[in-house]
């Protein structure tokens, strides 16, 4: 019992320390806190507007797959540009059209103008796009890398309790402040975020990478190239290659969130403010997953495996419970129980990707799992949204559960090789991508092979 409450305190200490000791970090952190709670702002906002002026339930699955299209669209080219211009300009220059096209929000009065409210959201999954491989690709640089000293695990969990953060506070704020004075005030709220955090950004002053000492002189943007150059790599390390096919088949099971405004508003009747309660408890799940799994956040990658199929099955039975709560706020609990193992594994898939990936190809591997997630999830919210016009809603969240279940027993099943056997990685791989774009070899901090 005591080394086990020394143990928390130790990883809270750290948290403290990375924080308080690392400027940059923090600003890099702050940035990210604010800009995710004005999108909830905006997307509780959005999507009451579009239940009210619709009444279908089609449009909580739209609203959401409009932001996740577009992102999978865009995340071959912003990947290649992530690996190839200095990161921190690509985060400015996203923020700065993500604060324009919040304001396009203001415009959408009725069903027949409600196709601005979604051509906005698709242009900021694309500013988004640009944001989170240059982000995530550039956080090893921010904390030194070395998975040893445990600074990139714990700024890998902070960095995804952001989105857990200001979802169960944004999603909530937003639910009561699009119920109290307005929904136009959350869509200005979402464009002043994306201003003050470019500010932050401005003022981080470590290198995020790649600048221009690791593009050789004369070297033109080759995109099928890098492309072809990042699957090279991918393909030479089987633990990427089930990292990147477990966010793929995650997705598919991810529809059921479409439907939670719907569930919020006519099942539970609690109409914006019920909306903002359930995604405010995603929110929570999301914000404490990452602290769950920070035990497994380690050097030895084979941790990954199996915590990521615990995830997968906590997020399918939960959901397959969901239907059947009472109330609004029981169903909330069951929301947060899901999310748990959805902030889990976004974490841990996160950082295992950014520490078997070497520098000069992060930000393309990162941008494919962006890529691969959003895909699946845009088409399972599409699915869902229809099928819940067709079917009942309460059918449809079982199915899901149930594909999620499955695919956690398949993909777990798949990767038992990697639960108890550390492979050695490619090195010889990593370093010919490496001295390609900078000259010098520079293996994936997995390099070693661990026993474990």
Avoid: C
């Amino acid at each position: 019992m005591d080394s086990a409450i020394l143990r928390v305190t130790m990883r809270s200490h750290s948290y403290r320390r990375l924080l308080g000791a690392n400027r940059d970090f923090r600003r890099l952190w702050i940035a990210q806190l604010i800009s995710l709670g004005g999108d909830w702002f905006n997307v509780v906002a959005l999507t009451g507007l579009a239940l009210k002026l619709t009444g279908s339930t089609f449009y909580g699955g739209a609203i959401l797959a409009a932001s996740f299209i577009p992102q999978f669209l865009a995340t071959p080219l912003t990947g290649v540009i992530a690996d190839r211009f200095g990161r921190r300009r690509l985060m400015l220059g996203a923020n700065l059209a993500g604060a324009a096209l919040a304001l396009t929000m203001l415009a959408v009065r009725s069903s027949r103008t409600l196709w601005l409210g979604l051509a906005a959201m698709a242009g900021l999954a694309v500013t988004g796009a640009v944001f989170d491989p240059a982000s995530r690709a550039g956080l090893p640089n921010v904390v030194g890398g070395a998975p040893a000293g445990g600074e990139l695990a714990a700024a890998n969990v902070l960095m995804g309790s952001t989105w857990g953060i200001m979802a169960a506070v944004g999603a909530g704020a937003g639910g009561i402040l699009a119920a109290l004075i307005g929904r136009d005030a959350a869509f200005v709220v979402n464009a002043a975020s994306f201003l003050v955090s470019a500010g932050l950004i401005v003022g981080v002053r470590a290198d995020l990478g790649p600048s221009r000492r690791v593009r050789p002189a004369g070297r033109r943007l080759d995109v099928s190239g890098d492309l072809g150059e990042a699957i090279g790599w991918a393909r030479s390390e089987p633990r990427a290659l089930a990292i990147l096919g477990q966010k793929a088949g995650y997705g598919l099971g991810t529809g059921m969130i479409g439907l939670l405004p719907f569930f919020a508003a006519r099942v539970f009747g609690a109409s914006d403010a019920g909306i903002g309660i359930l995604y405010a408890a995603r929110g929570l799940g999301t914000l404490i997953g990452p602290f769950v799994a920070r035990p497994f956040v380690r050097a030895a990658t084979h941790r990954l495996f199996p915590a990521l199929t615990a995830s997968m099955v906590l997020y399918g039975l939960a959901y397959l419970v969901f239907p059947s709560a009472p109330g609004v706020w029981v169903a909330a609990a069951v929301v947060v129980a899901a999310h748990l193992g959805g902030g889990a594994q976004n974490t841990l898939t996160s950082y295992g990707l950014q520490a078997l990936a070497p520098d000069a190809v992060r930000g393309r591997i990162l941008a494919f799992e962006l890529g691969l997630v959003t895909a699946s999830m845009a088409a399972s919210l599409l699915v869902a949204g229809w099928a819940a016009d067709v079917v009942a809603p309460k059918v449809v969240v079982e199915v899901l559960a149930v594909v999620m279940l499955g695919f956690a027993v398949v993909w777990g099943t798949a990767t038992r090789r990697h639960w108890h056997t550390i492979r050695e990685n490619t090195a010889s791989q990593s370093e010919k991508i490496s001295t390609r774009f900078t000259g010098r070899a520079e293996p994936s901090l997995f390099g070693v092979k661990r026993g474990g």
